[in-house]
């Protein structure tokens, strides 16, 4: 497949990933029965991860978007986090679901879910397809997460490098060398 020379290693394979999707969707759908959850994604990252997830859900549901984000063109966080799209949708009383296609420093995710919180949703958890624990700086845990996976740089299923490799349909860890000399 193309752009799969840039990969040191596939972490997880297309099948793999929509098995574990459809497991937490699962989940997620046992979990929220008899409500009608409002799941929003925070793009870029999450639409492919969001896309599959929802598709596989059995509740009612409704969808909304942010923009965020705290990397920049490199590979490591820059500490800031922006909201550069708000919801459309007002969150009080709703019971959302945050999704984000990976859980590492923390950084942003923590920030997010303090503006949310203070919106007064009925409640709010938090979804991710990776989580890479040894990077986390702040005091935050997903509610759902699809893989638990070491530190290192990641791409596919949404998350990208140079905004490149998003539509690979697995997980990958992309080769040193097409960051170190692009
Ligand atoms: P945090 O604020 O938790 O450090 O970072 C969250 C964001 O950083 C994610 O939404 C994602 O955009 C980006 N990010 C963190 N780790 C990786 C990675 O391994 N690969 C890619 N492509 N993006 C990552």
Redesign the pocket.
């Known amino acids: 497949m193309m752009m799969q020379q840039d990969m040191q290693q596939i972490l997880f394979t297309q099948e793999q990933v929509a098995a574990r999707v459809r497991e937490m969707a699962a989940q997620i759908s046992q979990d929220y029965a008899g409500k009608t959850p409002l799941v929003v994604g925070?793009l870029?990252?999450?639409f492919i991860f969001m896309a599959d997830l929802v598709r596989a859900m059995e509740v009612p549901l409704t969808l909304d978007f942010m923009v965020?984000?705290?990397?920049g063109a490199g590979?490591v966080?820059s500490?800031k986090?922006k909201i550069s799209l708000d919801l459309q949708e007002d969150i009080a009383g709703r019971d959302v679901l945050l999704v984000?296609?990976?859980?590492?420093?923390?950084?942003?995710?923590?920030?997010l879910v303090a503006e949310l919180k203070s919106r007064r949703p009925a409640s709010l958890k938090l979804c991710v397809l990776?989580d890479?624990p040894e990077?986390?700086?702040?005091p935050?845990e997903a509610d759902y997460v699809g893989f638990t996976?070491p530190d290192?740089?990641?791409?596919g299923c949404g998350?990208?490098?140079n905004q490149l490799?998003r539509q690979l349909p697995y997980i990958g860890i992309?080769k040193p060398s097409v960051y170190e000399h692009p």
């Open positions: 925070i870029r990252g999450s965020a984000s705290s990397y590979t966080s500490g986090v984000e296609d990976i859980l590492d420093t923390g950084n942003t995710l923590s920030k990776l890479k990077r986390r700086t702040k935050i996976i290192a740089f990641v791409v998350l990208d490098y490799y992309l």
